[in-house]
């Protein structure tokens, strides 16, 4: 039984080592199920960056800029820990779009393990014999310690919508 235990866990541990360092805006991004290209839509060329436009009422905001003839090209919604807003402007830029609308809402504080490490000294003794005569000492060693303990994480609701103005 413990040895499924540890086999099951050395894989948990390198699936979320694998996920440490991705783009969660495009991993749960969702496109739109209009099509937006060049011809119906102002998209931004590759030189250029979109707008990014923070918000606190995402929905209310969303709805502003469908009225005033944008279209959403899709969309990011995803519960973490605060991510890198570069991150979503690298996916608008990959898409083409002018306006990139945040949102990040607090939801809880999470929890997860994390390591302090410290070095101490070990002293060790040492028996030689030199020339048929014993002699003992001591000898120093380093000796590195991580000490486990459960640091805090602020975990937010995190939207995305990648707008574009449509042509008229």
Do not use: W
Request: charged content about 30%; hydrophobic content about 40%.
């Amino acid at each position: 039984m413990t040895l499924y235990r540890n086999f099951f866990s050395v894989i948990f541990i390198l699936l979320i080592a694998g996920c440490a360092d991705k783009n969660r805006y495009a991993e749960f991004y969702r496109a739109s199920y209009d099509k937006v290209n060049d011809e119906n839509a102002f998209m931004i060329d590759h030189s250029g960056e979109p707008r990014v436009i923070y918000t606190r009422q995402f929905e209310d905001d969303l709805k502003l800029f469908t009225d005033d003839d944008f279209v959403v090209v899709g969309k990011s919604i995803f519960a973490s820990p605060p991510e890198d807003i570069e991150k979503a402007v690298k996916l608008g830029k990959e898409l083409k779009v002018t306006h990139v609308l945040l949102s990040a809402d607090y939801v809880y504080s999470g929890s997860k393990k994390a390591y302090k490490f410290a070095e101490t000294r070990q002293i060790y003794p040492v028996y030689q014999v030199v020339n048929g005569i014993p002699i003992r000492g001591f000898e120093s060693m380093p000796d590195h310690v991580a000490i486990p303990y459960r640091k805090e994480v602020p975990i937010f609701k995190q939207q995305a919508a990648f707008l574009v103005k449509r042509r008229k």
